[in-house]
């Protein structure tokens, strides 16, 4: 009766073996895609760090985020949606194929790889599922993964960090193949694996000094590499042909609802900062072309308030904002996720605070250099004159002035990575930002300070929901996380 | 000298007209037998006193003459006889009282004259325990019957259905992922619309497990079997001809405001596009339809100046005259003929039906072959063979730029004149565009997208079966039978370009659709009188059932030469289907565009009866399915039922009790699953450059999966009195299905979105009532039947995974974050979501004037009905006939995103509350003190209100789903043989016909309750609804 059954039941439709260059691929272009995409940067960090703004449909600018945002960064970064498939899981998967085959480069990819983007989950929620997650199959029955403190989650991020670092000083020469970021470049790797490292720690500072510490001090002692220059940050190019193209030019295809906040560029005008002209594009028309006693906007770089409300919003006109810059909408845009200037701001940071010997000032210079330099800014002469600007100055006079000049131009540096520049923002507490015109979600007047869960997890996994919301606080964008230390 | 008499036999207890019952001049060989419908007319000789109705099963009337032209009879079941016989499993034909279980039947007539493009349709409100809900007003849209409860927590919970004993396909081929939770694509119809209704005989509806066990996996939803027409009653020749014309208008819109215009607050039309004041705001808060004088989208441009024209609004019936009147034109001839021997039927069937909104449309051209023939005395064939082609024009569904309706009822300025869209689209366009609008961005003109963005299909089906019997012995027959349902599908997607769907160039999709469903089985029939009083009648079959299926999509995002849709005209590369998660929005992506799966079957049945009174039957099944593992494959499942006929066990004879009987019976079914879950897989994706791609799947399926169970319990009584002139059949249920194979929804944390499994335990119980009473004698000239049904379902979900880790199973989620569950302890189809935050006595809590979300989720309701009845009436008077239906749904609830979308953009008519003075929300908010609530004071906005209270808060868009409906009408006329015999024709029928003509009541304002965008599990949620429609019309029905 049986008679050929298992052939009948064969797919035949889709690859039924995995090549791990092809996961690492898929993996490094869907989660640089997400981490771009609207829900958590469009409408996510780049508002609620007021890079951008929203000059229609400003539900989001006013804190009013959709339930089904929440869901799809949870989704996508640990498992990939059905529309852009990839995820932690496949960062996890090979790590275990790199286990497997004994690829030691390939398994501190895959450390790397995993670390940051669970990095990025807890910075936006909290607590979330780690020890226990990505275990489910069809031998381990984790249905339901328990949320582990932040706390936690960061030591052990760190710890995977450490070993990847570990694992690519033993300078294999077994080849990662698929690798979109670095083609393959392991010191280019073991340099993210650093710089991602003090990344973490330092976010830590404020929350446990003892474990931030030693590990700031350990990367920073000279024997570890670490990014250098530009030509080594970590980012993925995307391409100019559909369906890899960067997501904010996917976005611009068929929206238009972004505008470059005032906040950047009144930042940026009062300091003549030659990233302006990069971050946005002047102003098409005049604001009030009736009204001669004000002046023609035309060409102007003229920012939009946050959190307007629609029909405010509306009296724009939308042509007399100023769009995004070019660079960031272009198809072929990279998305960036960690640069040679913020590991510079972060040396800065570590000598400020005394946890390494060294001149902050020249860390802090050195960083805004590098990030000038990102954009093609290399004038040597403009910049210093820049850097020479009171209001640019390191100001050495405290602690907290120190943090004042590294978290402003951390700020503008940061410009277009919204999920890096939010925590930041939170954690540093500069540049002050005023709240937006009109606020309407329940961030208790102030900004917000992490996502809610997606509500799915009310449905699926209730009771570890229930438990993390417990311990963490009420589930709202007003509370604080682990590192958002109250100052 | 002769003289013509005419009437109609009715079943005395149903109502429904009976063929084949033989009219015969008493004391002659001069009669006639009644068609289909139950009609018949004859002429009989001056002499002539006694006309004579005989039927076998039904006891012999006989009706004097006198002067009468007309005379209608309605015949009772002869309970002492033979008894009414019913078309059971595999197509056989049983004695209703021998039967443990219950089963209903409607009959062709009441199919063809009231008739629904989609047959499923008919059964609305007649048949107890079955709830039909039809997915909206467009041509060939898709219906789902749900038979005693959702059954299967995933999976399918449609019945089968099966023609002939030929078991046929009823899947339904949504375009796009996001159909079924309504946020776009378009509905190609469930497989079962395809049957032509005046081919059918009869349809019976077997309710469960019980009573479908034979059918195996398949039988566990219930099953449908319909009976097609033959020529075999038929003496000589007769010519056939039905023709029914009915027209379709919107039952029910939405109620809007004629008092703001488009705007927030202040308006001025520059560009469409944000150039002006609010000219991109697609919503109605705008200035007041006083007349005042605004440039607007239409206003004429004299010298480069747009000039102020009057602001005012179209009329209040701007939406309503937008929709067109449908029209449904159907056409059927058959010929018959046939004797003893041999007979055939042909039959074609035209449908032509033009749906309310403009360029829709459905066409069907069938054609039916139905024949037999006896070869010898013992060595018959037969066969029936069914030719449909299928051509629709259907628009886009849900929330979606492409389905007009998003624009009509929700985002859309109110002051804006339809017909001057229509003229702009026609007359190639004022500021030369046929797509400009009144908006430039976000939405396009209706007319543009209804032309010009279409969703063209085309199905060639063929349904056929070859039946061979040889009787070996008078009480022993072997049948072989071969049975294939094989169709084809093309669709073509065209989505034109400055849509906001589609910004830049024309984009072209095609879907092409294979499916394949062989049966090829063998039985041996047994029917022996064992002993005077023991009668057994049995078989044993085999039977071996393949599935194919190949779907495969390509789309062209981008069109080289504008307007050709074409795939030889794609200006970048082609996107397949198969391409698991490419990025464009065709809803390409399919997991797998091919599928084959085989089940093996070896079953049996017996029925042994004992003096005709007492009754038990027996039936085995084993299947082994190619989608289970190896050693799980084989599967095997049992049933048995009894029945006792009381009236006759106990002799009870001319009493007011003429029948009683009790049944009950127990049942088990076995069910297998998709191919293809057993194995992990690993799609790729466009390669990243020259980098492939590819990634886990996000589903963990399962190697070690094993067969679900259903197992099911009923029991009944059936008593009729005063000669069947009172008719109740009670039925209680009770199945639980285990070991549900389900495709979990997981978090995402677990590192896949979804784990199949067997998990899961649904429990139905439920009661049935049915209640036939004849308020008039026999003898009455004016025949009066009233037919009532009443079913009740509870369904609970008992269990998920053993280990009791899952809770709570999402069955699909609205594009706005509603989500429809399955949850232990709940009943099925639990609608979850955000409700306001309450204070302590339950009262909306406020901040700064506007309403504030809990965080925590709540259950706001379950689409589940409390209970579905209908009634009957039916009045036949001398030729007369005259019947309508009412049914109902009671409880249950949905949630409405016209009403949710229609508010927060001020297009409808609730809004104009607070316009000018703004509106304090009825709630709390938290006093001085910092701790008590006290009652809000905070005056806001109407626009800010609207869209709090309706866009943060699902729950303020949650209503009760309960509807009373009139849903059919039809007033009959069988002309008098007396007019007719001067013509060429033997019998002319007329009957005006009314569908779904009356919401009586409903709660749910502005749309129709009866909502669903498939005929899935996703249920309860409306989007932007295509209105249901109300038809009304004419049948004509001749003989020749």
Known sequence: CEKGFEEFNTNPNQPLTVSPDALLTGAETATAFRLFDVPANMDGGLLIAQHWAKSQYTTEDRYSFRSTSYQSIWDGFYTGTAALPGGLKDFNELLRIGKESNNPNMQAVALVMRSYYFSVLTDIFGDIPYSDALKLSTTVNVITPKYDKQEDVYKGLLADLKQATTLLKQKSTMAVGGDVMFGGNMTKWEKFSNSLRLRLAMRAIDANEGLAKPEIADVLNGSNLLMTSNADNAQVVFLSAQPNTNPVFENRLTRDDHRVSQSITSVLSRRKDPRLPIYANPAECAAKPDDKSVPDSTGLYRGIKNGLTNPVAQRGPLCSMSKVGDYFTKADAPGVLMTWSEVLFFTAEARARGIVTGDAEAAYNSAIRASMAQYGITDVAAVDAYIAQPLVKYNKTSLETQKASIGTQKWIALYGQGVEAWSELRRLDYPFLSLPASPVGAAGGKLPVRFRYPSNEQSLNQANYTAAVARQGADLIRTRLWWDVKN | ?1040
């Open chain 2, 1 to 1040: 000298q002769d003289r013509a008499i005419s009437g109609r036999v009715t079943d005395r207890t149903s109502g429904q007209g009976l063929p084949g019952v033989t009219v015969i001049v008493k004391g002659t060989t001069i009669g006639a037998s009644t068609n289909s419908d139950g009609t018949y007319s004859l002429s009989v000789p001056a002499t002539a006193t006694t006309l004579s109705f005989t039927s076998i099963g039904y006891v012999s009337v006989d009706r004097p003459i006198g002067t009468a032209s007309t005379i209608d009879v309605g015949l009772s079941t002869d309970t002492k006889t033979l008894g009414e016989v019913v078309v059971t499993a595999l197509g056989r034909e049983e004695e209703k009282k021998s039967l443990g279980y219950s089963i209903q039947d409607v009959k062709g007539a009441d199919l063809t004259q009231a008739r629904e493009t989609n047959v499923v349709n008919s059964l609305s409100g007649k048949i107890a325990g079955v709830q039909i809900t039809n997915s909206s007003g467009t041509p060939g849209s898709s219906s789902r019957i749900l038979i005693r409860g959702a059954k299967s927590v995933q999976g399918n919970n449609q019945p089968l259905f099966v023609i002939d004993g030929q078991p046929i396909d009823n899947q339904n081929f949504s375009n796009g992922v996001s159909t079924a939770p309504g946020s776009g694509g378009v509905d190609y119809g469930n497989g079962a619309s395809d049957i032509n209704p005046d081919d059918i005989e009869s349809m019976t509806v077997l309710k469960g497990a019980n009573a479908a066990a034979l059918y195996g996996t398949r039988g566990v939803n219930g099953v449908i079997v319909i009976t097609t027409k033959n020529g075999r009653k038929s003496r000589g020749i007769g010519i056939s001809v039905n023709s029914t014309t009915s027209f379709e208008t919107p039952l029910k819109i939405p109620k809007f405001q004629d008092q703001y215009g488009q705007g927030y607050g202040s308006y001025e039309y520059v560009d469409g596009a944000g150039g002006g004041d609010s000219d991109n705001v697609d919503e109605s808060w705008g200035p007041k339809l006083d007349g005042r004088l605004i440039p607007q989208y239409n206003s004429p441009v004299v010298n480069g100046v747009r000039q102020a024209t009057p602001w005012v609004s179209p009329g209040k019936d701007n939406v309503r005259n937008f929709f067109e009147t449908g029209r449904t034109l159907t056409n059927n001839v058959a010929l018959s003929g046939g004797n003893d021997k041999a007979g055939i039927r042909v039959s074609y069937t035209n449908l032509d039906q033009k749906g309310i909104l403009p360029n829709t449309f459905l066409k069907r051209n069938t054609v039916n072959v139905n024949g037999g023939v006896d070869i010898t005395n013992k060595f018959k064939l037969s066969t029936n063979i069914n030719y449909t082609n299928t051509k629709g024009r259907r628009p886009s569904q849900g929330y979606d730029e492409l389905n007009v309706m998003q624009q009509l009822y929700t985002w859309f300025g109110r002051q804006v004149k339809l017909s001057d869209l229509k003229d702009i689209y026609e007359q190639g366009g004022r500021e030369g565009s046929r797509n400009y609008n009144w908006i430039q961005v976000y939405s396009s003109n209706p007319y543009y997208i209804l032309n010009e963005c279409t969703n063209d299909d085309e199905r060639d089906r063929v349904i056929g079966n070859l039946t061979l019997s040889y009787a070996l012995t008078d009480w022993l027959n072997i049948t072989a039978r071969t049975t294939n349902d094989v169709y084809n599908q093309f669709n073509q997607r065209r989505v034109a370009a400055e849509t906001r769907d589609n910004a830049i160039q024309d984009d072209y999709t095609e879907e092409r659709i294979y499916v394949l469903e062989r049966n090829t089985e063998f039985l041996a029939t047994v029917n022996r009188n064992l002993t005077e009083d023991l009668n057994i009648d049995g078989l044993i079959g085999v039977n071996r059932r393949d599935n194919r299926g190949n779907r495969n999509v390509v789309a062209a995002p981008e069109l080289a030469v504008p307007g050709l849709y074409a795939l030889g005209n794609s200006g970048s590369p082609l996107v397949t289907g198969n391409n698991f998660g490419s990025s464009n929005d065709n809803n390409a992506n399919i997991l797998n565009p091919e599928t084959r799966n085989r089940i093996n079957s070896v079953y049996g049945s017996a029925r042994l009866g004992y003096k005709n009174f007492a009754f038990i039957g027996v039936t085995a099944r084993n299947d082994w399915s190619s989608t289970l593992p190896k050693d799980n494959n084989s599967f095997f499942y049992p049933s048995v039922d009894a029945s006792l006929v009381l009236t006759e066990a106990l002799g009870i004879t001319e009493s007011v009790l003429s029948f009683a009987k009790v049944r009950g019976g127990y049942a088990q079914v076995g069910n297998d699953t998709d191919p293809y879950r057993l194995q992990d897989i690993y799609p790729g994706r466009t390669p990243f450059g020259s980098f492939a791609q590819q990634t886990y799947f996000n589903t963990l399926f399962n190697p070690d999966l094993k067969p679900e169970r259903t197992n099911s319990v009923e029991a009944g009584i059936e008593v009729r009195f005063l000669q069947d002139r009172i008719g109740l059949e009670l039925t209680g249920y009770q199945s639980t299905t285990t070991d549900q194979i389900l495709s979990i929804p997981t978090s995402a944390a677990t590192g896949y979105a979804f784990q199949v499994l067997n998990a899961g335990e649904v429990q139905n119980k439920g009661l049935e009532a049915i209640l036939n009473i004849a308020p008039l004698p026999a003898t009455s000239a004016l025949q009066w039947n009233i037919q009532t049904n009443f079913a009740a379902n509870r369904n609970k979900v008992v269990k998920f995974d053993d280990e009791g880790q899952i809770k709570n199973l999402i069955l699909g989620a609205s594009g706005f974050g509603v989500n429809v569950e399955a949850r232990i302890g709940e009943r099925y189809g639990v609608l979850f979501a955000e409700d306001f935050l309450r204070a302590p006595d339950g009262q909306i809590i406020y901040e700064d004037g506007l309403p504030v979300a809990d965080p925590t989720r709540k259950i706001l309701g379950s689409y589940t009905p409390d209970w579905v009845g209908g009634i009957t009436n039916r009045l036949g008077f001398k030729g007369v006939d005259f019947s309508f239906t009412i049914d109902t749904r009671q409880g249950g609830q949905l949630q409405s995103e016209t009403n949710m979308w229609g508010n927060y953009t001020g297009s409808l008519e609730s809004t104009l509350k607070g316009r000018e003075e703004g509106i304090v929300g009825d709630g709390v908010m938290l006093g001085p003190d910092g701790k008590t609530y006290v009652p809000n004071n905070v005056n806001v906005p109407a626009q800010d209100w609207n869209a709090a209270y309706y866009y943060n808060v699902r729950s303020s868009s949650v209503y009760d789903a309960s509807f009373v409906k009139l849903r059919e009408v039809r007033l009959g006329y069988q002309l008098p043989k007396s007019l007719v015999e001067k013509t060429f024709l033997k019998g002319i029928g007329v009957s005006a016909v009314g569908r779904n003509l009356w919401l009586i009541s409903s709660k749910a304002p502005g749309i129709d309750p009866e909502t669903s965008f498939n005929s899935g599990n996703v249920q309860g949620l409306e989007s932007t609804q295509i209105p249901s429609v109300r038809s009304y019309g004419f049948n004509i029905n001749l003989t020749l």
